[in-house]
């Protein structure tokens, strides 16, 4: 064996390889610091010998597993020369996309939008925050590097109320896209200090593994200012699942798949499908729906329920098994009219939800804490229109999710279809209309130690309920809550075709209230 400068014993040429930088929507920058790296790169696949590029402070270093693959080999490579030895400094994003020198990177003072930023010659980013198109260079682009959260100010928000309503939409749409676009991530909401990051139009669709968060619970405000814009609903800001009560957005709408399954029994750890070849559509990590004894709502034959139904996310398939992440909550039997269970396939699909002009999907994996959401709800349109403004997250719920610690003040509190293994914890709502409406489907939800109070909005008189549990709903448990305000309207808790709900220790302090 020849031996080097370096102390390695060279067996065989090795170029760099694809773990030399790490890839970020589509484009390679240096990693971020060693344990970066370590985590990024199992030990299984290392060598003696693989180089990877680091940034530290804005200087691309080398650094390489010299004497082994442990993490404690990855160290700077000797005689490694820096890509770039200084760091130069501009005002603003505008002038780093027309920056037009020798440096590959560069820092931006902007308070708000600056950062560290390192050229890449490839790809053909788009301006979003994160990237920017290198227009000065002719050709690449600049990523930003950080770890952890995004800042939602890096997407251009400025916090400043209805004067920055144009900013300040684009900047959320376009900061949930980027986490959408990584499968997941955190955003970080600053407070606005003695205002609010204003919104309007149709809600954000919020993909699998994402964090919202803020400065605190009064802290941190997102506000729709206009909740009649839009081309559906009225008022939300976020939503987590594309399927609503019913018709072309509802679970039984044209183009879902319904697979037919063997029937099973409550607590089974799988599921088996009719037909083998089924299984060739689904994918470990997707959320299904499980159901059985479907039913028309009212009769209605736009809105198809399952008398038991429960989401649960698929973890293995081995042939036409399914394996479950959670045991079934409910049982899965053919009906009375022959009518075997079903999964519907709710993710891995084709359907759109016209309204909103998305693919259908419902998210996982999802926790909003430490901020506030309201919406405005005065001088718009009189009447009936405004009866149906909507809660801050619908259409839907999520499967796995944390809301907490959270001020919310709207015409409706939470609402929607299918919140299933979520919890609402230590809020403060202030609604008209519900303080939660779990839709259909919903199972192992728990809503604690909230506050309630009732709001008399100038938006409408519509009759509503405080708690609605209905439609295949089950294991909910709603406690240590306290309610007040002068709320009279029809009932406290609507529960129907509902199952093992627990209500306890909770305080109701309507003293207007009136049942007959």
């Known amino acids: 064996m020849q031996e080097i400068n370096d102390g390695f014993d060279l067996k065989s040429a090795k170029g760099l390889d694809a773990r030399y930088s790490k890839e970020v929507s589509g484009l390679f920058i240096p990693y971020l610091s060693t344990s970066e790296v370590n985590s990024a790169i199992n030990p299984a696949y290392r060598y003696e010998g693989l180089t990877v590029l680091i940034a530290n402070n804005g200087i691309n270093n080398e650094y390489w597993y010299k004497d082994g693959i442990l993490n404690s080999n990855l160290v700077l490579k000797e005689g490694s020369v820096p890509i770039s030895n200084s760091v130069e400094q501009v005002n603003t994003i505008s002038d780093l996309i027309a920056y037009g020198g020798q440096a590959t990177s560069l820092i931006v003072k902007d308070l708000l939008r600056g950062g560290i930023f390192i050229y890449t010659p490839l790809g053909s980013g788009t301006d979003n925050g994160i990237t920017f198109i290198a227009t000065g260079k002719g050709i690449g682009t600049w990523v930003r590097l950080f770890e952890g959260s995004v800042n939602l100010l890096w997407f251009g928000a400025l916090g400043n109320g209805i004067s920055s309503l144009t900013e300040d939409k684009a900047a959320l749409i376009d900061a949930i896209a980027y986490l959408n676009s990584v499968n997941g991530g955190s955003l970080y909401v600053p407070d606005a200090k003695d205002s609010f990051y204003a919104f309007s139009g149709n809600a954000i669709f919020v993909g699998d593994n994402t964090e919202i968060y803020g400065d605190g619970k009064y802290l941190s405000a997102i506000r729709n200012v206009d909740p009649t814009v839009g081309t559906y609903l009225n008022g939300p800001?976020?939503?987590?699942?594309?399927?609503?009560?019913?018709?072309?957005?509802?679970?039984?709408?044209?183009?879902?798949?319904?697979?037919?399954?063997?029937?099973?029994?409550?607590?089974?750890?799988?599921?088996?499908?009719?037909?083998?070849?089924?299984?060739?559509?689904?994918?470990?990590?997707?959320?299904?729906?499980?159901?059985?004894?479907?039913?028309?709502?009212?009769?209605?034959?736009?809105?198809?329920?399952?008398?038991?139904?429960?989401?649960?996310?698929?973890?293995?398939?081995?042939?036409?098994?399914?394996?479950?992440?959670?045991?079934?909550?409910?049982?899965?039997?053919?009906?009375?009219?022959?009518?075997?269970?079903?999964?519907?396939?709710?993710?891995?699909?084709?359907?759109?939800?016209?309204?909103?002009?998305?693919?259908?999907?419902?998210?996982?994996?999802?926790?909003?804490?430490?901020?506030?959401?309201?919406?405005?709800?005065?001088?718009?349109?009189?009447?009936?229109?405004?009866?149906?403004?909507?809660?801050?997250?619908?259409?839907?719920?999520?499967?796995?999710?944390?809301?907490?610690?959270?001020?919310?003040?709207?015409?409706?509190?939470?609402?929607?279809?299918?919140?299933?293994?979520?919890?609402?914890?230590?809020?403060?709502?202030?609604?008209?209309?519900?303080?939660?409406?779990?839709?259909?489907?919903?199972?192992?939800?728990?809503?604690?130690?909230?506050?309630?109070?009732?709001?008399d909005s100038p938006a409408s008189d519509i009759s509503a309920s405080l708690f609605i549990i209905n439609d295949g709903t089950h294991n909910i448990r709603i406690n240590n809550n306290y309610c007040s305000g002068a709320w009279n309207d029809q009932n406290i808790f609507i529960i129907s075709q509902a199952k093992d709900v627990k209500i306890l220790n909770n305080t109701i302090n309507f003293p207007q209230f009136n049942q007959d």
């Open 237 to 455: 800001i976020f939503m987590f699942s594309t399927y609503g009560a019913g018709g072309i957005t509802g679970i039984f709408q044209e183009g879902l798949d319904h697979l037919p399954l063997n029937d099973a029994a409550q607590g089974a750890t799988s599921i088996i499908l009719d037909n083998i070849s089924d299984a060739d559509d689904l994918f470990v990590g997707e959320v299904v729906i499980l159901g059985c004894e479907s039913y028309l709502k009212a009769g209605d034959p736009l809105k198809g329920r399952f008398h038991y139904q429960e989401n649960n996310e698929i973890i293995e398939i081995d042939g036409a098994t399914l394996y479950l992440k959670y045991p079934l909550s409910i049982p899965l039997q053919t009906d009375g009219s022959s009518n075997p269970p079903v999964l519907v396939n709710i993710n891995n699909t084709t359907t759109i939800n016209t309204p909103a002009n998305v693919t259908n999907a419902l998210s996982k994996n999802i926790h909003v804490h430490d901020m506030s959401f309201t919406q405005s709800q005065e001088g718009l349109v009189d009447g009936d229109v405004l009866g149906i403004l909507s809660g801050p997250f619908q259409l839907g719920g999520v499967f796995e999710g944390t809301f907490e610690n959270l001020y919310i003040e709207y015409y409706d509190g939470p609402a929607g279809n299918m919140w299933n293994h979520v919890s609402f914890i230590n809020n403060h709502i202030r609604s008209e209309r519900h303080l939660m409406d779990f839709g259909y489907g919903s199972n192992d939800v728990t809503f604690s130690y909230n506050i309630y109070e009732f709001i």
